[in-house]
C-alpha cells in the first residue's frame, strides 16, 4: 500500500527522547501540513510540516499526531485518513490506519473523523498541554475549543490542561544537534548541488536567459534523484545579483557582467544551499576579481571560526572585519577599520548576516541565542557560511566601475569534533579554479 518507510528506527528514538521531555501526566499534539490549493482544483506540491515529519516520518496531509507519556494502551497515537480505493484510484494510495500503525509503528491509529471525540478524553486529567503555537492557527484554535469541552466537565471529576506551552524549544533544540543519518541525508543534498553548480558554470554563456541557467540547475537535481528544490533559486546577472532574494531570473546575461547563484536541492526531506558567483564570460575583470577576493577571503576566515566552544556569531564578526578591510583598501569606505565597524559603515554594502541554521528547512530551526547570550558551536550542528558584497547600480559614492556588482559566496558546513568540514567545498569557488572550469566547458 505504501512504499517502505526508511529510517523506522530514528523516528522511534526521537519519538522515546520527545516523551521523555513532555513527561508522563501531560500531553503534546502536533498537526501535519495541510494541502494548498493553486487554483481550482489544482494544488501545489504538498510538503510535510517539518517538526511533524521529524518525529514520524509520516508525510500524508490530515494528519495528527499525540503524545501521551505513559499511556498504557500506547503514548504514540496517530489520526489519519483512512484507506479508499476510489481516492487511491485518482491520487494513489495512502498508508491507512492499518500503515500508520505497521509502517509508521503508531500504537493506535484512528480516523481523523473522530478526532473530535476521542481527543477531548485524551486530554482530560493533563496538566499541560505542548503543541506548535502558531503554526496551525485553525487548530490552535480547535484545541482551544477541545480544552473548553473538558473543562465543561468539571463536576464529572475531571479537569483540563492548565498550562499551553509551545513544542517549539522542545523539538527545536532537537533537530539542532544532527545525528550521522540526518549528516549522511545532508551530504547527499550537497553533492547533488555541488555538480548543479557546475553544470551552471559550464552552460552560462553571453546572450542566455537566467531561466534557462535555473533550467540546467533543476535539470542535474533531478537526474541525480533529488526531485525538489530546497527554496526557490536565485539566478542573478549583473545588477541583479545585488537584489537578495532575487526570483524572477527572466533576465538576459550580458558579456562583462557576473551571475549569482543560489540554489540547492532537498535530499529526502534536507536541504542544501550553496552560492557561487562568477563572470558570464568565463573571465573575471579586474574590478571583479578584486571585489570577489576580498569576499572568498572573508568566508575563509569566517569558516576558520567554525568550531566547538566559539559562539554563533564569530564567523560574522570574522566576515565583518576582513570585508570592512578590503573595503578600505579598495577606496569604498575611508577611516580606521574599528570605528568603521562600530558605525556599521560596511551595512550599505554588506547588510545581512554570514550565515543560518541549515537542516530540514534551508533557514533551520534552533535558537541563535541563550539567555540573550551567542549560543556556543557544538558538534553535529550545520550551518552555512555566505558573506557577500553588493554594490548598487546607484551608489554614486563609489566609483563607476564598483557599481552593480554582487558578490555572494556561500558553503554548508559542519561542526565537528575537531573543528568543522566544509560539505560543498568541491563547487569551485577560487577565481583560477572557476575560470578553468568555464573554459573546459563542453556543454553547448
Not at 101 to 116: E, L
Not at 230 to 246: D, F
Not at 269 to 278: Q, V
Not at 361 to 389: A, F, N, S
Request: proline share 4%; hydrophobic share 40%; with cysteine.
Amino acid at each position: 500500500m505504501v512504499q517502505e518507510v526508511k529510517g523506522q528506527k530514528e523516528f522511534a528514538r526521537r519519538r522515546k527522547q520527545f516523551l521523555r521531555m513532555v513527561g508522563e501526566g501531560n500531553i503534546a499534539v502536533i498537526a501535519s501540513a495541510n494541502i494548498v490549493h493553486r487554483n481550482s482544483d489544482v494544488e501545489y506540491p504538498f510538503r510535510q510540516d517539518s517538526d511533524f515529519f521529524y518525529l514520524s516520518g509520516f508525510d500524508e496531509p490530515d494528519a495528527v499526531q499525540v503524545f501521551v507519556p505513559g499511556r498504557k494502551q500506547g503514548e504514540y497515537l496517530l489520526f489519519c485518513r483512512e484507506f479508499d480505493k476510489t481516492t487511491a484510484l485518482w491520487v494513489g494510495g495512502n498508508a491507512g490506519l492499518e500503515g500508520a500503525m505497521s509502517d509508521y509503528n503508531a500504537d493506535d491509529a484512528f480516523p481523523m473523523d473522530d478526532i473530535d471525540d476521542i481527543l477531548p478524553g485524551l486530554m482530560e486529567n493533563k496538566n499541560r498541554l505542548y503543541f506548535p503555537m502558531g503554526a496551525h492557527p485553525n487548530f490552535d484554535q480547535q484545541l482551544m475549543d477541545w480544552s473548553q469541552e473538558v473543562r465543561n466537565r468539571a463536576r464529572t471529576g475531571v479537569s483540563a490542561p492548565a498550562e499551553f506551552i509551545s513544542t517549539d524549544h522542545l523539538i527545536h533544540e532537537m533537530r539542532l544537534i544532527k545525528s550521522s543519518q540526518e549528516i549522511r541525508q545532508i551530504k547527499k543534498a550537497a553533492k547533488i548541488s555541488v555538480e548543479a553548480h557546475k553544470r551552471a558554470m559550464q552552460c552560462t554563456r553571453p546572450g542566455a536567459f537566467e531561466y534557462q541557467v535555473e533550467a540546467e540547475i533543476k535539470h542535474c537535481f533531478m537526474t541525480k534523484g533529488a526531485q525538489f528544490e530546497a527554496y526557490p533559486a536565485i539566478v542573478g546577472g549583473g545588477k541583479n545579483g545585488c537584489i537578495l532574494h532575487y526570483t524572477q531570473n527572466n533576465a538576459v546575461l550580458n558579456d562583462g557582467d557576473l551571475l549569482l547563484i543560489d540554489a540547492g536541492c532537498e535530499w529526502d526531506k534536507y536541504a542544501s544551499d550553496i552560492t557561487r558567483t562568477f563572470p558570464v564570460n568565463g573571465v573575471f575583470s579586474e574590478a571583479q576579481k578584486a571585489l570577489y577576493q576580498c569576499v572568498l577571503d572573508a568566508q575563509y576566515a569566517a569558516i576558520e571560526q567554525v568550531k566547538p566552544g566559539n559562539h554563533w556569531n564569530d564567523p560574522h564578526e570574522a566576515a565583518v572585519k576582513v570585508l570592512t578591510k578590503g573595503l578600505v583598501k579598495l577606496g569604498l569606505l575611508t577611516g580606521r577599520v574599528s570605528t568603521l565597524i562600530k558605525n556599521e559603515a560596511y551595512k550599505p554594502y554588506y547588510m545581512h548576516r554570514t550565515g543560518h541554521w541549515l537542516g530540514m528547512d534551508v533557514h533551520d530551526v534552533g535558537d541563535y541565542k541563550i539567555d540573550k547570550q551567542w549560543r556556543l558551536l557544538e558538534p553535529g550542528m550545520v550551518l552555512t557560511v555566505e558573506p557577500g558584497l553588493y554594490i548598487q547600480p546607484d551608489a554614486l559614492e563609489v566609483d563607476e566601475k564598483w557599481r552593480g556588482i554582487g558578490i555572494r559566496i556561500e558553503d554548508d558546513v559542519l561542526v565537528t569534533s575537531k573543528g568543522c568540514e566544509v560539505l560543498t567545498d568541491t563547487a569551485p569557488k577560487e577565481i583560477k579554479a572557476i575560470e578553468a572550469l568555464m573554459r573546459r566547458s563542453t556543454i553547448a
